[in-house]
C-alpha cells in the first residue's frame, strides 16, 4: 500500500496531537516542522525537521522535492507569516492544504477586555499612571514595552526573553502551561497585578489567566487574531482528521 505523504507545520499541541493520531495510520507518512524558536522543544511522535525553509519559495520546493501529497498549517494562531508561506506554497505548488486553527476566545460577561490589533497597539493602550502589568505573550514581542517604561512588568515565557527589557521595573518567569486558573489566580494576586496583556490565542491551556483575571475584575488588553490565509480550516484535531480521511478517500482520488 502506498503511502499519504504528509508535511505537519507545528508548534502547537493540536500538532503534537495530530501528529500522534496519524502516526498510528499504515496509509500516512509524516514529517512535522518546527520552527526551531524553543531552545528545548517538546518531544514529538513523528519525524521532525527544525528551521525555516527560506519563504514560500524555499516550502514549494521542499514540497515538490519531497513529493509531498497534502500539508496541514498547525502552527501558532499567531504565526501569520508562516500561514501565508504555507498557502502561497501550496497554491503554487498544486499542493492540497489545510489548516488546523483553534477557535478565539470569545468575551464572556464579566469580562473586562480591550481589543487591539496589534502588541504595539497593547503597549500603547496601557495608559500614563504606572500600573502592574503581567505580559503574557511570549517573549519575541515583549520588546514593544520598552515604549512604556513607567509600568512594572512581569513577563512569562518559555525561553528567557534576550535581551532583558530596558525598562526600570521587570522581572521575569519562565514557565511552560498548560496554566489552571487557580494558580493563574494566585499568580495575579501575589504579583498585585493590575491588567493583563494577552494574545487571543484560544484554546484551554492558557485560557487559564483570562478567567482568572474576570473573577478578579482585572483588566486585559487582548491582542486579537488578524485576517489569516485564505485556506480551509478546522478548528479541532477531530475535525482535521476527518478532513484527511475525505481528501485521501477513494472517491477524491478518482476525482469524483
Known amino acids: 500500500m502506498s503511502k499519504h505523504r504528509i508535511l505537519i507545520l507545528g508548534g502547537t499541541t493540536e500538532a503534537r496531537q495530530l501528529a500522534a493520531a496519524l502516526a498510528d495510520r499504515a496509509d500516512c507518512d509524516l514529517l ?14 513523528v519525524p521532525v525537521r527544525s528551521g525555516g525553509f527560506g519563504g514560500s519559495d524555499g516550502l514549494g520546493e521542499f514540497l515538490n522535492a519531497e513529493k509531498f501529497d497534502l500539508l496541514i498549517d498547525a502552527t501558532h494562531p499567531f504565526a501569520a507569516r508562516i500561514s501565508q508561506n504555507a498557502a502561497m506554497a501550496a497554491r503554487e505548488t498544486g499542493t492540497p492544504i489545510f489548516a488546523l486553527r483553534r477557535p478565539d476566545w470569545e468575551r464572556q460577561a464579566g469580562d473586562r477586555w480591550t481589543s487591539v490589533a496589534s502588541v504595539a497597539e497593547a503597549a500603547a493602550v496601557l495608559g500614563e499612571p504606572p500600573r ?6 511570549g517573549r519575541q514581542e515583549a520588546f514593544h ?13 518559555v525561553d528567557p526573553v534576550t535581551p532583558s527589557l530596558r525598562v526600570p521595573h521587570a522581572s521575569y518567569l519562565l514557565s511552560t502551561g498548560p496554566f489552571e486558573e487557580e494558580a493563574e489566580r494566585e499568580l495575579l494576586i501575589g504579583n498585585q497585578i493590575e491588567v493583563v496583556v494577552a494574545k487571543n490565542s484560544g484554546g484551554s491551556a492558557t485560557y487559564g489567566k483570562i478567567a482568572a483575571a474576570r473573577a478578579l475584575g482585572i483588566d486585559v488588553i487582548m491582542v486579537e487574531r488578524q485576517q489569516s490565509a485564505d485556506v480551509r480550516t478546522v478548528g479541532t484535531v477531530e475535525e482535521a482528521l ?5 481528501l485521501f478517500s477513494p472517491e477524491m482520488n478518482r476525482g469524483v
Open 242 to 246: 476527518g478532513l484527511v480521511d475525505h
Open 32 to 45: 512535522l516542522s518546527l520552527a526551531g524558536r524553543t531552545a528545548e522543544p517538546m518531544a514529538q511522535p
Open 145 to 157: 514595552f520598552e515604549s512604556a517604561p513607567k509600568h512594572h512588568y512581569l513577563i512569562r515565557s
Open 132 to 137: 502592574r502589568v503581567f505580559l503574557a505573550i
